[in-house]
Nanobody
């Protein structure tokens, strides 16, 4: 079993910052890609940012220049630094990790989500 635990969400004013964290635990042999998705009420879930061990990072156009994804491989943890937050960033943010438990295949795991609300 692999679990992802997110933290760091909350209420922030427009222009403010938040840092999300997500720690993976359990029967982990290797993690290839880690990332963040979000889903706002009435909208589809969308990619925010991903970080891959050998290929770098990828961001949604809407967050480029404002958000930064990073990871600590020793801790199996991924972070999302969110700056210059806008009301349209309000959503439930989900962490993902593509995990191998020992075989050649990687399976995507999802966290439970952490709420980010940007409002004055």
């Amino acid at each position: 079993q692999v679990q992802l635990m997110e933290s760091g969400g909350g209420l922030v004013q427009p222009g403010g910052s938040l840092r999300l964290s997500c720690a993976a635990s359990g029967s982990i042999f290797s993690i290839k890609q880690m990332g963040w998705y979000r889903q706002a009420p009435g909208k589809q879930r969308e990619l925010v940012a991903v970080i891959i061990t050998t290929e770098g990072t990828n961001y949604a156009d809407s967050v480029k220049g404002r958000f930064t994804i990073s990871r600590d491989n020793a801790k199996n943890t991924v972070y999302l630094q969110m700056n210059s937050l806008k009301p349209e960033d309000t959503a439930l943010y989900y962490c993902t990790a593509d995990v191998s438990t020992g075989g050649p295949y990687f399976y995507r795991r999802w966290g439970q989500g952490t709420q980010v609300t940007v409002s004055s």
